[in-house]
Each structure stands twice: as structure tokens, then as C-alpha cells.
């Protein structure tokens, strides 16, 4: 592995395709054009092969295995498209039998092979990771020698390289060659070119910058994948939601306590079918369409550390929209759900079974659905107590009257009624459209007389502490791309030779770009623009795949 | 040179292998509570069901058997009778058993605890703001809390008598 | 206003056809030739005059319909696919004056009509926004996904200019078949189109009633006749084809049945032509393509995709996030159309990283720019009207 010396005296790396210095071609081969990818150095990966670092190192290093990466988190990517995540299908429903009975056989296969959770199986994310360290070794691998060859190129370069650029001329026609390349300096420093001078021949650069374009945006890309991984971690990320009816005031999941939020109002408001302007875009779709759903909000802050105790402070007033979430340190509250008219409270009046229920007319109370009181006493001597409650009324697995849950969708209720002076009450058992005496020969009733109803808003809650890093990604990632993709790294080499001129141009894209700037060169002096080699290839052969060497892994090691 | 460079190398890659592998430790580990075996049990202060204040702070010094339930959940109701049965013997131990009820209506809670006769400490978590900074998201959960205030164990979901009173003699203080 | 708007639109589209005309004659003028070289050239600077001209005119239309509206219109639809039509001229617009390449124009201004016509078939009018879609960073992220679209499909002509060219038609091949197989493609859209105006104009309705996704009965209009019934569909109009089978209920089945007649209509179309030409339709095209240099035509594609990807990456995928995290609670939520607009950018980086580094070019690359726009498309059709997710417009 020892270094190669070439004959302008450079110590070139093991594995060198230009000498770094003088461009001389190390290797002898055909006469073809000039590998200028990477200007021909030696990539580190390619230099050691030995032990078991270097194998993985060089595994990573290889574009080979970066294309083969992304195509395969692309077909992966595309798979989980074929039917809906886990995550999109109705809630509640069970995925062992939803994919079979919505998707059959496919779909039973699809569960089975944990497609339904793709995007988040180990093997998906082993991919992404492949990804991240693919891009770290390769940026890594490449940025450092391309750095050095940069640097370190002379302006004089080997005849060898020049003849191998892929436009080139020799041209022995001009009078006053060192005149000329005078001249054509003068020239290219008015295009903005950075003109370099040795000897009297030039080397005239622009852009150069944009080569640095690729590492830039694969750092971008680094640090945007580093936050997403991070955002794995339950403290970086938080995800929540709570449900607040209008009026009531709800701690904000996740902040520990510290901040509850109240549900002001819950508006959920269509658009005018009548509006002139949709008149005919509404009728097609046939139904109401929603404009603007909306919680407006205020947010509450605690004081003390110990739960239930303490003072609160109002912080803010917010109207919660789609598109226009509530945030405050670091937490944002958007509005993802609702459901109107929940019932909230029953009116009962008390009235006899048999009779005109004189005297009762001021037996009617309010029943507050969330929070009944125990007992309603009247100034007539009457008195109504609420024996069970059961707001969403179900018969448990013992056969028990009981509830499903918190929530009123469905309420029932078991009063008891005592007549004035009476000891022993009349039970009964009452709920919507429902009204039984529970021992025989009652003789009162309790019946609902009115209801109200709430609206629910439904609220996540999200922290996200990775956004600044992801954004930090996002932001450098674009400036990379754009700096690599609308600059372009143009060259000219312009020298004397035995009173012949010798110019060569190379860019890393947009060659015709450059060769314009050739045009403009040899209107403005003598010097003759360079022909393009490959358009004289075409005519003899014509090839499909360019004229570059292909091989990534192979073609400078022997 | 080639020494460096595979120190280098090799530094390089061992720092990609092990930020990578505790992502996915994390990532793909059983989901923890977020208070947990080794926590400080955060404190609170609720009204019971009779007019006083339990306050956590305060039953330093006793083990703390803290249960949050409700009334459609059945898991519950057979540890509540479980719970019942073994009250008094390990009050006198040192053991206080406290309940809290998340955040169904005072009749209801009221109307149950005098049918089953439920004779420990109980509070309704008025708002579920003890659930949220337990963390709780099912029922039954029972944090075992001992003598200093810091949680010995989360346990979710149905147990056993068998496994009610390990839990209790866990809680024991001095019983380490 | 809004008629206004559409007369812009249909303007344009005359002036888009115009232009494919001059460059068409500009183009063949050179097998007749000669010594008017002069007036030659001419023609195909009017041709690009023409397209500047058409995507004014087009951008006429986006105006008064985003005051018609009150929102940028490119939030359903038709809207969207105009919107990407227009942005497809705009790039040829752009990279005509770098490259001068009349051929560019004669592919790129058909793919163009094509893409607007076909954005005609669905509902025009305007419809009014749903909350998650009033954001301006939708508007933003819309906008600029179809100019780096558009940008991206001109490299996509180009491709089809490459490969036209140094495909040998003479022999059959694998290469041939392809080749046949994207014309078939294309061919497929123009038949698409063509029935759909064709059955709109003569007001074909078949109405069914059907089990919908939620399990739930629902009635739905056919534009053309069934040959794919909804889910346990029955047919309610009387004197319309009676559908062969019926779709399960999570298609969409009017626009499963509309992609089995573009196939059949591409079908034949593409028959038609055959017997036409009697070759190919590579072979019939590829007198038109003989002046251009494969090389250029290679670096052309290539330019139009560097220039494209960038822009598309801001906002397919960075203004894509913005706008998910303000709407949606998070950046990215994996659902199929975001998944689809990942997937592209991943083809396109995989086909920068073949051509930059593994010397994926000329034939190799011009293949990928015609995959990379079959993925494009794939993304607006399929994934918005077959896919259900939470950017389809197909219920809108």
C-alpha cells in the first residue's frame, strides 16, 4: 500500500486515477476520457480492505449499496399503500379479522406479514437507519479527498489530462498564443470566472462551491433523520388528547398538572348553500359543508406542585380552528374532533299516576347529568332522592344494572320518591323514553319535562421537541440541494505548449452552459472553442451508456 | 496512518451502532408507565368521601396501597372485595389502602361504596388529575407505594387474591 | 368571473395546441428541404411564443377563478391537474430558451393538453374549502409540488425524445415493447378523455344504489357505462348496461370502472394507429426526432430533473410537513399520498445518485425519467381517487 509518486513529484494515495496535482493519468489504459468523478482521487473506502471495520466502512461507503437502500425502502415504502395502515382503519375494529373480512385473502396476508404496521416495524426502520449510516460513511468518505484534490490542483495540468477532458482542442493556428490567454483571462474574469495563472497558462473556475452542494444537503438530511429518531423517545415527543366539554375545565394531559384548559364555546359552522359562489360546487356534493369548526378556549395555569391544591391563573385566550392550533411552551392543543349535542341535564316533574297531581306543579327539578345531587327537597314537604345513578346504562356481567362508562349517552336513573311526612319512598326507574315503577302500585311519577345538551370538543395535545432539530435539517438539506443543483463547477485549462494552444473544459453538469461560455471565448479572442470528444464517439459508435466508466467499487484498484 | 484511520473508522461506527441500538431499545422496550417502579410517587391532596383531606405527603412513615377504579369496571370490583377482607389486618400493620374513583359522579361513587359496604379510604379524582400525572390509562391500576414515598411497583389489569396480598405484605414497612 | 375563467382556460388550451402545430411543422419542415432554413426557424420561435402566450392566458384562468373562489384553485380535482398542466408549460417555458430544442416543444406541448384535458373531465365547479384545507401553507405547498411536478414531467419528454430517437424500430425488442407500452399509456389518457366527453355530451347517467365503505347504502351515479358495478350495487336507470361484476367496497367502483374503459379505449386506439402507420409508434415518430443530438437531448433531461427535484422536494415534502404539522397535529402521518410523494423523491435521489456516481446515462436515465413520471402520475390518479386517504378529493 504504498503511496504512488508521480513524475511532477506529488505523492499521490494508493489507489490515485489523476495524480492530484498535475492531473497526470496513474494508470495507464485506453485512450478514453478522463474519470473526473471525485477529480479521479482515491476514495478512502477503496484504499484499506483488510479487517472487519473496513468491510463494514466500506459496505457503507459504496453508492452501490446507498441506491440499493433507498430503492428498497422505496418498494417497502410503496407496499404499505396497498391497503390501510392499522392507524387508518375504523376504530375499534379489530385488525386480525378487518383486513380478512374487508380486504380477503390479500388482506389476511397483508396482516399476516405485518404489513398493517409497516412504517413502524423493525425492519422498516432497520432500513431507514441503513439510510442514516449509509449517508454518514459515504458524505465521510468523499468529502475529504475531493476537499484535498481541490486544493491542491495546479493550474498547469499533464497533457494526459487534458487530452482526456471530455472537450478538449489543440490548436496551432493562433499567432500569439501567450497574448491570447492574456486576452482570454481578461474575458473570463468579466463572466465571473475565478482566474488562476501559472507560467502563463490559466486555469479559470466557477462554482466551485456547488461540489460542496451534495455533503451539504446529506448533512441536512443527517441531522433532519437524527431528530427523527430522537422524536422515538417518549420524553422528545408527546401525543395526547383530551375531550372538554363547553364549560368544563380539563388538565391539559401531559403537562403534569400544570395547565388545564376550558371549552368557552364549540361552534361548528357550514357553509351558506345559497353562496353564489359554491352554489353549484355544494349541490354536487350533495351535503353540508363545514366551514369552520371551532373551541374557544382559555387556558388555565396551576401554581402548586401538589395535585388538587393551589391557585390558578389565566394565560391565555385562544379560538382553536383547524389550521390554527392554541400553543404554549412547547405544547400545542389542536382541534381534531367533536360531538355535539351531549346531554347534559334532565327537568323532572313529579306528577300522581291516578289524579291531577295538585299541589305538585312546583315538584320539578334540574338534574345535572354529570354530577346529580343526592337529594331535591320542595317547600311543599316532597322529596326526591336519587337512588343509583347509571349514565350510560348497561347490565353487567353479573346481570347487574351498571354503566359502560362516564359519559351520558344513555342515563338512567333509579329515584326515590317520598311523600310528605313519609319515611318509606316509592321507587322508580327512569330514563329516555323509559319510565317503570319498580315496586307495584306507585303512585307517583317522575317524568322529563326538558333536557339539555353540550357540545364536546375533542383536543390533541402534541409536544414535540425535535421540531427545531428538524427544521435545522429541513433548512440546510435545501440550501445543499440548491447550491448543488443550480450552480454548476465549470473548468477551463488554457495553456502554451510548444507554441501550440492546448484548452480543456470540464463541468460537473451543464455542459453546454460551459460551452457557451467557450462560444463567448472565442468570439472575444482567438482562441478557438474546444470540440465535445463524446459527440465525435457518437458518429464512430454510438453508445448508450455515455462514456464513463460505470464501475464505482472498481476501476482504480488492481 | 492506517492505524489512525481505523481508529477513527472504528470510533466512528461503534457510535452509530450503540446511538442506533439504544433508540431501538427504547423504542421496541415494553412501555413504561410514567410513574414507575423507582419513581417519586407525586403527591396530592383530595377530600374523601367523608369531608377529610388524604393528602399522599402525609401517610409518610405507612405503606400506601393506591387503587384507581371505577364502578363499570369489574377487574375492580373483585379486588375491591379482596381489599375488603385484608383492610384492617394490614392497617395495623402500617398498610393504608386509599382508592380513587376516576372522576364519576359523587351520587354514583356514594350509592356504590355504601352497597358493597367498602370501609377504606376513598376519593373521587375529580377532573382525572391524579390519573394524568400517574399516568394511568386502564383500570385497575394500583401503584404500591412504601414508606418513604417512592413507588415499589404499577401494576395493571385483574389479580388474584393470592397476588392482592403479596402486594399488601410488600407493602409492609421494614418488610425489605 | 368564473366564466371568465374557463374561457381563459379553453383559450389557452387552443393556444397550447397552436403551438404543438408550429413546432410539429417546424419540425418536418426539414425532410422537405431546404434553402428556407430561415423561415424554419421561425415557426418554432412562434411555437414558443404560442406556449408563453397559452400559459398566460392559463395563468388568466388560476387568477380570476382564485377571485371567484376566494381560494387558490388548487384544492379539488380538476383544479389541481390544471394547475400541474399549466406548471408543465411554464417549465417548458423556462427550459426552451436554454436549450432551443423544438423537438422539446413538439413532446412536451401535447403531454400538456393531455393533462388539462384530462383534468376536464372531473367536476369543474368551484367547490367551497373544508377547514383543514384553509391554511396558506397549503396553498404554498400545492403550488410549488405542481411546478416541480410540472418541471419534472418536461424531463420526462425529454426522455421520450431520447429514446424515440436511438431506439432501433426495425427490429422487435424488449426496448420496442416498453417503448409501445408508454404510447399505449398515453393513448389510454386520450381515450379517457375522449369517452368522457363524449358520453357527458349526450348525458349518459346510470344510477345504482350501493353499500358504501361504511357499510352503508348509498346511492352513486355512473358517467359511463358499468362494466364494474358498486359493492352489492343495484341498477336504478333503465336502458343502461348492467355492470359484468361488482367491485368490493373499499374501491371506489365508478373509478375502477372508468380506468378499465381507458384501457379498453387506449386498446384501441392504439390499434387504429398501428394500422395506420403499419409500424410502431416509436417508428412513426422518430423521423420527426432525427435532427436532435441524443447527447443534448440526454443533458436536457437531466437538467430539466436537476432543476425540478429541488423544487419539488420544497414542496412535496418541506412545505408538505409545514402544512401537516398546522393541520394535522403532526409532519407526517404516512398517509398514501405523503408515502407516494416520499416515494418519489426517493426514485428521483436513487436516479441523481445512478447517473452522478454509477454513470447511469443516456438510455438507462431516459427509462427512469419515464418511470419517475408513470410514479407522478400514479401519485395524482390513483392514490387520490383509488386510495382513499386524507388528501382525496374523491369525495369532494
Not at chain 1, 375545565?249 to 364549540?266: H, I, K, L, M, W
Request: aromatic share 12%.
Amino acid at each position: 500500500m504504498s503511496k504512488v509518486k508521480c513524475e511532477c513529484g506529488h505523492l499521490n494515495p494508493y489507489g490515485t486515477y489523476l495524480c492530484e496535482s498535475c492531473g497526470k493519468p496513474l494508470k495507464e489504459d485506453d485512450n478514453s476520457l478522463a474519470n473526473m468523478r471525485y477529480e479521479g482521487v482515491a476514495r478512502r473506502s477503496q484504499t484499506y480492505k483488510k479487517s472487519i471495520v473496513d468491510k463494514i466502512w466500506n459496505f457503507f461507503s459504496s453508492v452501490k449499496v446507498g441506491v440499493w437502500i433507498i430503492v428498497l425502502t422505496l418498494i417497502a415504502s410503496s407496499i404499505g399503500t396497498i391497503f390501510p395502515q392499522e392507524m387508518f382503519i375504523p376504530p375499534g375494529q379489530p385488525a386480525s379479522v378487518y383486513y380478512y373480512e374487508e380486504y380477503g385473502t390479500m388482506g389476511q396476508l397483508f396482516y399476516q406479514l405485518g404489513f398493517h404496521n409497516l412504517y413502524s416495524s423493525w425492519w422498516y426502520m432497520l432500513l431507514v437507519a441503513g439510510l442514516g449510516v449509509s449517508l454518514i460513511i459515504a458524505s465521510i468518505d468523499r468529502f475529504v479527498p475531493l476537499y484535498r484534490a481541490l486544493k491542491t490542483q495546479r493550474v498547469t495540468r499533464h497533457p494526459g489530462f487534458m487530452k482526456r477532458q471530455r472537450l478538449f482542442k489543440k490548436a496551432d493556428t493562433v499567432t500569439e498564443p501567450s497574448e491570447e490567454i492574456k486576452k482570454a483571462s481578461e474575458v473570463l474574469k468579466e463572466r465571473k470566472y475565478n482566474v488562476r495563472e501559472e507560467n502563463g497558462n490559466i486555469l479559470a473556475e466557477k462554482g466551485r462551491f456547488s461540489r460542496w452542494g451534495p455533503y451539504v444537503n446529506h448533512v441536512g438530511l443527517i441531522i433532519f433523520l437524527i431528530g427523527a429518531m430522537l422524536r422515538l423517545f417518549p420524553e422528545m415527543y408527546l401525543e395526547d388528547h383530551i375531550w372538554v366539554r363547553e364549560g368544563q375545565e380539563v388538565e391539559v394531559r401531559g403537562t403534569g398538572g400544570e395547565y388545564s384548559v376550558r371549552n368557552d364555546d364549540f361552534l361548528v359552522e357550514f357553509y351558506d348553500p345559497e353562496d353564489e359562489r359554491f352554489r353549484e360546487g355544494l349541490e354536487r356534493s350533495g351535503g353540508d359543508v363545514v366551514k369552520t369548526y371551532q373551541t374557544t378556549a382559555t387556558l388555565f395555569k396551576q401554581s402548586s406542585e401538589t395535585i388538587g391544591a393551589g391557585e390558578k391563573e389565566e394565560v391565555q385566550q385562544h379560538r382553536i380552528r383547524v389550521n390554527d392550533p392554541m400553543s404554549f411552551e412547547g405544547f400545542s392543543l389542536y382541534q381534531v374532533d367533536y360531538k355535539l349535542n351531549e346531554l347534559a341535564a334532565f327537568t323532572f316533574a313529579l306528577e300522581e299516576i291516578d289524579g291531577d297531581s295538585e299541589g305538585l306543579e312546583d315538584v320539578r327539578f334540574e338534574v345535572n347529568l354529570y354530577d346529580p345531587e343526592p337529594s331535591y327537597e320542595f317547600d311543599n314537604g316532597y322529596r326526591v332522592e336519587i337512588y343509583d345513578y347509571f349514565p350510560n346504562f348497561t347490565f353487567n356481567d353479573d346481570g347487574e344494572p351498571s354503566t359502560l362508562n362516564r359519559i351520558p349517552d344513555n342515563p338512567r336513573f333509579i329515584f326515590e320518591v317520598f311523600a310528605p311526612g313519609e319515611d318509606d319512598g316509592e321507587l322508580s326507574f327512569v330514563g329516555i323514553q323509559l319510565n317503570e315503577a319498580i315496586e307495584e302500585d306507585n303512585q307517583y311519577r317522575l317524568r322529563m319535562v326538558d333536557f339539555e345538551t353540550n357540545h364536546v370538543s375533542a383536543l390533541a395535545v402534541r409536544r414535540d421537541r425535535t421540531l427545531p432539530i428538524l427544521i435545522l435539517g429541513g433548512i440546510i438539506f435545501m440550501v445543499g440541494l440548491v447550491q448543488g443543483s443550480y450552480w454548476h463547477h465549470r473548468r477551463m485549462w488554457i495553456q502554451e505548449r510548444d507554441g501550440e494552444l492546448w484548452i480543456a473544459g470540464h463541468a460537473n453538469k451543464n455542459w453546454n452552459a460551459l460551452k457557451k461560455d467557450f462560444d463567448y471565448l472565442a468570439e472575444q479572442t482567438n482562441i478557438p472553442a474546444p470540440n465535445d470528444q463524446t459527440d465525435e464517439q457518437d458518429e464512430s459508435e454510438r453508445t448508450d451508456e455515455g462514456v464513463r466508466e460505470a464501475d464505482d467499487n472498481g476501476s482504480t484498484k488492481q | 496512518m492506517k492505524k489512525r484511520r481505523l481508529i477513527i473508522r472504528s470510533a466512528i461506527l461503534v457510535v452509530l451502532a450503540i446511538a442506533l441500538g439504544y433508540t431501538a431499545v427504547t423504542y421496541f422496550s415494553e412501555e413504561r408507565g410514567l410513574v414507575d417502579a423507582g419513581d417519586q410517587a407525586p403527591d396530592f391532596a383530595l377530600e374523601d368521601m367523608n369531608g377529610n383531606t388524604v393528602h399522599l405527603d402525609e401517610l409518610k412513615g405507612k405503606g400506601v396501597y393506591l387503587t384507581f377504579w371505577a364502578t363499570y369496571c369489574t377487574y375492580c370490583r373483585q379486588k375491591m372485595e379482596y381489599l375488603k377482607e385484608y383492610h384492617e389486618e394490614y392497617q395495623e400493620k402500617g398498610v393504608e389502602i386509599v382508592a380513587l374513583n376516576v372522576d364519576e359522579s359523587t351520587v354514583q361513587v356514594q350509592r356504590f361504596l355504601d352497597r358493597h359496604n367498602v370501609p377504606y379510604t376513598n376519593a373521587i379524582d375529580r377532573g382525572m388529575k391524579v390519573s394524568n400525572a400517574y399516568g394511568v390509562n386502564s383500570l385497575p391500576a394500583v401503584l404500591l407505594i412504601d414508606e418513604e414515598g417512592d413507588v415499589i411497583d404499577r401494576q395493571i389489569g385483574g389479580k388474584t387474591e393470592q397476588q392482592v396480598l403479596e402486594a399488601l405484605d410488600q407493602l409492609v414497612p421494614g418488610s425489605e | 368571473m368564473a366564466q371568465l375563467s374557463s374561457n381563459l382556460l379553453l383559450i389557452a388550451f387552443f393556444l397550447y395546441f397552436l403551438s404543438t402545430l408550429m413546432f410539429a411543422v417546424s419540425v418536418t419542415g426539414r425532410r422537405f428541404k431546404d434553402k428556407k432554413g430561415i423561415e424554419r426557424n421561425r415557426l418554432g420561435t412562434y411555437g414558443y411564443i404560442s406556449s408563453v402566450a397559452a400559459f398566460v392566458l392559463a395563468m388568466g384562468y388560476f387568477i380570476t377563478r382564485w377571485i371567484a373562489g376566494g381560494h387558490a384553485p388548487v384544492s379539488n380535482m380538476f383544479e389541481y391537474t390544471t394547475f400541474l398542466g399549466i406548471m408543465m408549460g411554464l417549465g417548458f417555458v423556462i427550459i426552451y430558451p436554454i436549450y432551443k430544442s423544438r423537438v422539446l416543444g413538439l413532446f412536451t406541448m401535447p403531454v400538456v393538453m393531455l393533462i388539462i384535458a384530462y383534468a376536464s373531465v372531473f367536476p369543474t365547479e368551484i367547490q367551497p374549502l373544508i377547514p383543514a384545507l384553509q391554511s396558506n401553507w397549503l396553498k404554498i405547498h400545492v403550488i410549488t409540488t405542481a411546478l416541480g411536478q410540472g418541471i419534472l414531467a418536461v424531463g420526462f419528454a425529454a426522455g421520450l425524445v431520447y429514446l424515440v430517437r436511438v431506439t432501433d424500430f426495425k427490429t422487435k425488442s424488449k426496448k420496442v415493447t416498453s417503448l409501445e407500452l408508454v404510447f399505449f399509456g398515453l393513448l389510454c389518457f386520450v381515450g379517457h378523455i375522449l369517452l368522457n366527453m363524449g358520453f357527458s355530451a349526450v348525458n349518459y347517467e346510470a344510477e345504482f344504489q350501493y353499500i358504501n365503505e361504511f357499510g352503508q347504502e348509498a346511492p352513486i351515479t355512473y358517467q359511463l357505462p358499468a362494466l364494474i358495478g358498486p359493492n352489492e350495487g343495484t341498477l336504478l336507470s333503465e336502458d343502461r348496461l348492467s355492470p359484468l361484476v361488482n367491485a368490493p367496497d373499499f374501491i371506489v367502483p365508478d373509478d375502477l370502472n372508468a380506468v378499465i374503459w381507458a384501457f379498453i379505449s387506449g386498446a384501441v386506439l392504439y390499434w387504429v394507429l398501428r394500422l395506420i402507420f403499419r409500424k410502431p409508434i416509436g417508428g412513426a415518430l422518430q423521423p420527426l426526432v432525427k435532427s436532435v443530438n441524443p447527447q443534448s437531448a440526454d443533458e436536457l433531461s437531466y437538467r430539466a430533473i436537476a432543476i425540478g427535484f429541488p423544487i419539488f422536494t420544497l414542496g412535496g415534502l418541506i412545505f408538505a410537513m409545514i402544512w401537516a404539522q398546522i393541520a394535522w397535529t403532526r409532519f407526517w402521518g404516512w398517509d398514501p399520498k405523503e408515502v407516494w410523494a416520499l416515494i418519489t423523491f426517493l426514485f428521483y435521489a436513487a436516479y441523481l445518485h445512478l447517473r452522478l456516481s454509477r454513470g447511469w446515462q443516456g438510455e438507462k436515465s431516459a427509462w427512469l425519467c419515464v418511470i419517475g413520471f408513470a410514479i407522478i402520475m400514479f401519485n395524482l390518479i390513483f392514490v387520490n381517487l383509488v386510495i382513499a386517504g386524507l388528501h382525496s378529493y374523491a369525495g369532494m
